[in-house]
C-alpha cells in the first residue's frame, strides 16, 4: 500500500506533463514521407527470419509443349542448380511431358515456391532460361497475359499480334526500354518479366493492342511520364494536363434507315374502327341506287377519264408543232476611225517582203557584220 501511494504522485506528474505537451512542428512534409527514398531496398529474406523451416511440403507441376522439349532437355541442369541454392527440389517428366517442382526440409522461404512455380510456366511459354531465372529475385515479378480468346477472327488476331510486335520487333523492344521489362510474345500468350510497375503497363498496352488500339500512342504516354517522373516538384501532381488525348477517328457509325418511322403519341383509346365498302356507299347514296344505274355511272366514270387521258396526250403531240422562240437579230456595230486598216503600209511591207530572200539579214544587220570584220582584220 505505501508503495502504491509514494508511485501515484509520480503517475499524476506523468499525465500532467503528457498532457502540456505540444506536438511537434513536422520537419517533412507529407509527400517526402510518402514517397519511398531512392536507392531504398528491402531487406532479403534470410535464414534467421525462419530458422525452423517449414511445416509441409508445397508443389507444382506445368504442362510444357512438344518442341520445348529438347531446350529443357539442355538446360535443366541449370534449373536444378539456380533451384538447389534455394533448397527447391526440380524435376523433369519428358513421358508425361512435364515440369514439377517442390520444397524440401531446408527451405526456409515460404514464398520461394511460387517463384519456381513462375519459372517453370515461362520455361513452358518459350522464354529463355537466362531471362527466365531472373524471376527467383526478390524485386522482379511476372506477368503471362493470355490473348487467344481477346479477338475471335484468326486473320484480325494473327494482325493486331504482328502489330504488337511491330517491324522486325521495334514496337516490342520500344515498350521493353520503356517499361524495363523483358516481352515474349508466343501464341496465345504475352509472357513479360520485370518490376511491378513496368508489368501494369505492359499489360494495359498489350490489352489495348488487342483492342485495336495502336501500341504508338501508349508509348508516347510513357515516354512522356518518363520524362515528368524526373522532375521531383511534379511527383505529387496531376499529369493529366501533360498526357495526351487521343480520339477514335474511325468509329463505325451505325446506318440509319432511309425512312424514319415516327412513333406516335400514346394514347389509351383504341384507334377509330375503319368503314367498310358498304358504310361508304351509305355515305354517298350509291347503295340505294338500282343495278343499271350503278353500271351507267361507272361507265360514266370511265369515260371522263379516257376523255381527261386522250386531252393530256393531244396536248403532248402538239407540242412538237409549236415553233420555238426566235432570238432578235443584233446588228453590227460600226467600226471606229481609229481600229481602221492601213491598207497603202500593209502593201508596202508586203513589197519588201517579196524582195527579200528566205533567210537574208536586213540592211542594218549587214552594216553591223561588215563592221565585225573590219575589226578583225585589224587586229590581225
Known sequence: ??????????????????????????????????????????????????????????????????????????CWPLVQKALNEHHINAT????????????????????????????IKLLARSVSFEQAVRILQDDIACDIIKIGSLVRNKERFVKRRQRLIGPKGSTLKALELLTNCYIMVQGNTVSAIGPFSGLKEVRKVVLDTMKNIHPIYNIKTLMIKRELAKDSELRSQSWERFLPQFKHKNVNKRKEPKKKSVKKEYTPFPPPQPESQIDKELASGEYFLKAHQKKRQKMEAIKAKQAEALSKRQEERNKAFIPPK?????????????????????????????????????????????????????KK
Open 326 to 378: 426566235e432570238k432578235p437579230v443584233v446588228k453590227p456595230k460600226e467600226a471606229s476611225t481609229e481600229t481602221k486598216i492601213d491598207v497603202a503600209t500593209i502593201k508596202e511591207k508586203v513589197k519588201k517582203a517579196k524582195n527579200k530572200k528566205l533567210g537574208a539579214l536586213t540592211a542594218e544587220e549587214v552594216k553591223l557584220k561588215m563592221e565585225a570584220d573590219e575589226k578583225k582584220k585589224k
Open 1 to 74: 500500500m505505501a508503495t502504491s501511494a509514494l508511485n501515484e504522485p509520480g503517475r499524476a506528474a506523468g499525465k500532467r506533463s503528457f498532457r502540456n505537451q505540444k506536438p511537434k512542428p513536422e520537419d517533412q512534409d507529407e509527400s517526402e514521407l510518402l514517397t519511398v527514398p531512392d536507392g531504398w531496398k528491402e531487406p532479403a529474406f534470410s535464414k534467421e527470419d525462419n530458422p525452423r523451416g517449414l511445416l509441409e511440403e508445397s508443389s507444382f507441376a506445368t504442362l510444357f509443349p512438344k518442341y520445348r522439349e529438347a531446350y529443357l532437355k539442355e
Open 92 to 119: 523433369l517428366d519428358l513421358i508425361e511431358g512435364s515440369m514439377t517442382v517442390c520444397t524440401t526440409k531446408k527451405t526456409f522461404d515460404p514464398y520461394i515456391i511460387i517463384r519456381a512455380r513462375d519459372l
